[in-house]
């Protein structure tokens, strides 16, 4: 055999190889294309505790079988925000393992839950739009409805649309009018704010009814920051994503992102955006987590950045799946040491009442 190993022989052997490439270039998708994704992944508690932990999602239901059963469930289920990640990673070699960042989601539902331990996650998505970048001619923008069923029910337990900036084979020409729109954008001071913040004096569905009727009064708003931050080091960046079968070299190629937009390997969004609920939820007795929509990512986290939570109370509702409880809309808005806004969306979740 041909010693190929030699330093230089094997720098030309490189030059001269094909790369067998993996995922998918914007080109390749339609409208109306539908792909089921080969892996599988099977929910089980150690992912379920793996992510929740270091996320510092604490709520005693996913951790104690008597706290699980006082809140109506059979045992600790799988918490919605692994779920939800786990079915996006399964998806990422198909659609987005070729580079690009992820977006944003909305409408993110659970139709089937709770979801319990042993569950086989089966996913597919179908192509709903693909637009041209007007900023960025070497990315177009594409958004797939991704649904997670249960293999062996068929039942579906989370779907989701979700939008992804993806590489183009070959650049296209672009007016730059979405350069343009931000730049202008940028010279404006944005909304005013109100006067005054306030801030629920307690975790209870009753507690935030209090604080909205206040700042009802006023020109005020229900709004206030958690104490807790979690600073992204390498189980956040490179092995929570892994653990969901999440493929993006984003996560955990320090040698190809060295050489991207973000220099450096970054958090996938889902980790954010998960740490930051568990400091807004570490504030609030959460009965059911319902719904997420108008999910944004704006800025790249990494290793070393601290993620912390800020949340505004929209609305309280008193109807829920359950007399004890009532339901409240959230706006959530994780920030960095800097405190640049890094996600953003508003979370539709099932509250504790204090007289349930
Ligand atoms: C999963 C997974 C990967 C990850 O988890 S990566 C980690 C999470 N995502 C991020 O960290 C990305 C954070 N975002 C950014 O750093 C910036 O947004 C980015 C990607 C550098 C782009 O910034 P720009 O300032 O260049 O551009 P814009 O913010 O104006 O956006 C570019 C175009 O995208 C359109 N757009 C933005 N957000 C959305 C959205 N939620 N839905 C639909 N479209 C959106 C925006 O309108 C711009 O369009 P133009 O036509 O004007 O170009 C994985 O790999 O799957």
């Not at 539902?109 to 637009?131: D, I, Q, W």
């Not at 939570?309 to 929209?314: E, G, H, I, Q, S």
Request: proline share 5%.
């Amino acid at each position: 055999m041909t010693e190929w190993t030699d330093p230089d022989t094997f720098a030309r052997a490189l030059e001269q190889a094909e790369t067998r490439e993996k995922g998918n270039c914007f080109e390749d998708f339609e409208e109306g294309d539908v792909i089921e994704h080969d892996p599988g992944l099977t929910l089980t508690r150690f992912g379920n505790e793996q992510w929740m932990s270091q996320t510092l999602n604490h709520d005693p239901a996913y951790w104690r079988t008597d706290a699980a059963e006082a809140r109506g469930f059979d045992e600790p289920p799988i918490h919605p925000d692994y779920l939800t990640a786990a079915t996006l990673g399964i998806t990422v070699e198909d659609l987005s393992e070729k580079g690009g960042y992820f977006l944003g989601r909305t409408d993110v539902r659970f139709p089937g839950t709770p979801v319990y331990a042993g569950a086989e996650l089966h996913v597919e998505s179908e192509v709903v739009n693909c637009a041209i970048s007007s900023s960025r001619p070497e990315y177009g923008i594409v958004s797939w409805r991704t649904r997670g069923t249960d293999a062996e029910t068929g039942e579906v337990l989370c779907s989701y649309e979700r939008t992804n900036m993806i590489p183009r084979r070959e650049p296209v020409a672009t007016d730059g009018s979405g350069s343009a729109a931000a730049a202008e954008e940028s010279e404006d001071d944005g909304p005013d704010l109100p006067e005054e913040f306030v801030a629920p004096e307690g975790d209870y569905f009753e507690d935030f009814v209090e604080a909205l009727e206040e700042a009802d009064d006023e020109n005020a708003a229900v709004a206030y920051r958690h104490e807790r931050g979690r600073t992204q080091d390498d189980v956040t960046v490179a092995s929570l994503p892994l653990a969901t079968l999440n493929t993006a070299k984003q996560h955990h190629n320090v040698d190809v992102m060295s050489d991207s937009p973000s220099g450096d390997i970054v958090t996938y969004g889902d980790v954010t955006r998960s740490t930051a609920l568990g400091h807004a939820r570490s504030d609030e007795e959460t009965w059911r987590e319902v719904g997420f929509d108008n999910e944004s990512f704006h800025t790249f986290v990494a290793v070393g950045d601290t993620v912390y939570a800020f949340t505004r109370v929209l609305e309280a509702e008193d109807t829920a799946s359950s007399d004890e409880a009532g339901t409240v809309q959230f706006e959530h808005i994780a920030f960095n040491q800097d405190d640049e806004p890094v996600y953003s969306g508003t979370r539709t979740a099932e509250i504790r009442k204090r007289s349930g």
